[in-house]
């Protein structure tokens, strides 16, 4: 069975700082998909990016960032400068094989202070 | 590319009424999820089609929970009765076949059983 989890409920920060948002995973499988995706307020999930378990280079996308690393089994998320705009609720989520179901952390809300 | 629909966004009813929800996928998805996530969790997987075909309903309450996609196109989620429990965001999303495996949600639709 897969299970992904973020210990961090709630995070607030101030704006402009840097925050790193937790998500470890658990599969017996060797090929595994990562996910992140933001929901804000309007609730609608929003994709914003995909790992392959063969594929452990991070990624830099603006502001944001990923560390991947299968020997911690952690897909971590990093917001540099912090702005109001990134407050929502940050989903990671695993999939075993294409077009199958995403299993879903509990989420992490982000609040953004100005 | 018009994303995916859903109806109606809010809908408040008592216990043991009856409700439906819309949902029209992106065109061209040939996969299609219902999700349901209750106020503070991750979405959790309702029922996943292929086209026309169920792959995977094993966590549908099927007792009070059906859903259809008749033409591989658009689908209807169905709850009769409504239990309190049932109060959550039910999310449809879809993804394509030769895609990435990422998957495309609609903005949800908010049930409050009273």
């Known amino acids: 069975a897969q299970k992904v989890t973020q210990a961090q409920t709630e995070i607030s920060v101030v704006e402009k700082e840097d925050v790193t948002l937790d998500c470890v995973y658990e599969?017996?499988?060797?090929?595994?998909?990562l996910f992140w995706y933001k929901q804000p307020p309007s609730g609608e999930l929003v994709f914003l990016i995909r790992?392959?378990?063969?594929?452990?280079q991070n990624e830099i996308s603006g502001r944001y960032s990923w560390n991947f690393q299968k020997s911690t089994s952690s897909f971590n998320f990093t917001i540099t400068a912090s702005q109001v705009v990134d407050s929502a609720v940050y989903f990671c989520a695993l999939s075993v094989r294409r077009n199958t179901p995403l299993v879903f952390g509990k989420g992490t809300r982000l609040s953004v202070i100005a | 590319e018009a994303g995916v629909a859903q109806s109606p966004r809010y809908k408040i009813i008592e216990k043991r009424q009856s409700v439906a929800f819309w949902c029209n996928p992106i065109?061209?998805?040939?996969?299609l999820y219902w999700y349901q996530q209750i106020l503070g969790q991750g979405p959790k997987l309702l029922i996943q089609?292929?086209?026309?075909?169920?792959?995977?309903d094993s966590q549908l309450p099927k007792d009070r929970f059906s859903a259809e996609r008749l033409k591989g196109v658009d689908s209807t989620l169905k709850i009769q009765p409504a239990k309190l429990e049932d109060s959550a965001v039910y999310l449809c999303?879809?993804?394509?076949?030769?895609?990435?495996?990422?998957?495309?949600f609609g903005e949800g639709s908010r049930l409050t059983v009273l």
């Open positions: 065109s061209g998805h040939a996969t």
């Open positions: 790992r392959n378990s063969f594929d452990e």
């Open positions: 089609f292929q086209n026309n075909g169920v792959v995977d």
């Open positions: 599969t017996r499988d060797t090929t595994y998909y």
């Open positions: 999303a879809s993804s394509h076949d030769r895609g990435a495996g990422e998957l495309f």
